[in-house]
């Protein structure tokens, strides 16, 4: 058993508990029947959370599918879960730093418009860090005519691709 790293006087015990997971940054996020470890000694507890980013990737997908509008921790928490900053979300966004710190504001929140919150759950629901998102979307905004595009797909085993 390892020796509690608080007051290094105890063996810590095992048990599995229930543990409100707010070092997510959200306040409503409870794990069910962790391992904790508990000093009987000073009363300290540690948590032991496998699998991490799984988790969060399991957190962001409720939180893409929830039916209500995302509140501002939930933002925060999304834009986190893609790899950005506050800034790099703006830039990829295109808005002002200043949008997303109102949208992510606990004490004084502006909403997000809808169209924003959309792309926000769609670019979460695609599971990729999109790292040229920002040049893409630049190259799209000087095209001035829309066309459609010409797809060319096969059907594979595993399901229907775009063809080369």
Same mark, same amino acid.
């Given at each position: 058993?390892?020796?509690? &790293?608080?007051?290094?006087?105890?063996?810590?015990?095992?048990?599995?508990?229930?543990?409100?997971?707010?070092?997510?940054?959200?306040?409503?996020?409870?794990?069910?029947? =962790?391992? =904790?470890?508990?000093?009987?000694?000073?009363?300290? /507890? *540690?948590?032991?959370?496998?699998?991490?980013?799984?988790?969060?990737?399991?957190?962001?997908?409720?939180?893409?599918? %929830?039916?209500?509008?995302? !509140? &501002?921790?939930?933002?925060?928490?999304?834009? %986190?879960?893609?790899?950005? /900053?506050?800034?790099? *979300?703006?830039? %990829? *966004?295109?808005?002002?730093?200043?949008?997303?710190?109102?949208?992510? #504001?606990?004490?004084?929140?502006?909403?997000? #418009?809808?169209?924003?919150?959309?792309?926000?759950?769609?670019?979460?629901?695609?599971?990729?860090?999109?790292?040229?998102?920002?040049?893409?979307?630049?190259?799209?905004?000087? !095209?001035?005519?829309?066309?459609?595009? !010409?797809?060319?797909?096969?059907?594979?085993?595993?399901?229907?691709?775009?063809?080369?």
């Amino acid at each position: 058993m390892p020796i509690c &790293p608080q007051c290094n006087q105890a063996e810590l015990t095992v048990c599995r508990e229930n543990h409100h997971y707010v070092e997510s940054g959200l306040g409503n996020v409870t794990l069910r029947a =962790i391992a =904790i470890r508990r000093c009987p000694g000073c009363g300290a /507890s *540690f948590a032991s959370i496998p699998r991490l980013a799984e988790l969060h990737r399991a957190i962001a997908l409720l939180l893409i599918r %929830k039916p209500e509008r995302l !509140v &501002p921790t939930e933002i925060r928490f999304l834009r %986190k879960h893609l790899g950005w /900053s506050g800034a790099d *979300f703006a830039r %990829k *966004f295109h808005c002002s730093p200043s949008q997303v710190s109102r949208w992510e #504001s606990e004490t004084n929140p502006t909403p997000m #418009s809808n169209a924003y919150e959309l792309l926000l759950r769609t670019l979460v629901a695609q599971g990729e860090r999109i790292e040229d998102y920002q040049q893409h979307m630049e190259e799209i905004a000087t !095209v001035a005519e829309a066309r459609p595009a !010409v797809l060319a797909l096969v059907l594979e085993e595993d399901g229907w691709r775009r063809a080369a």
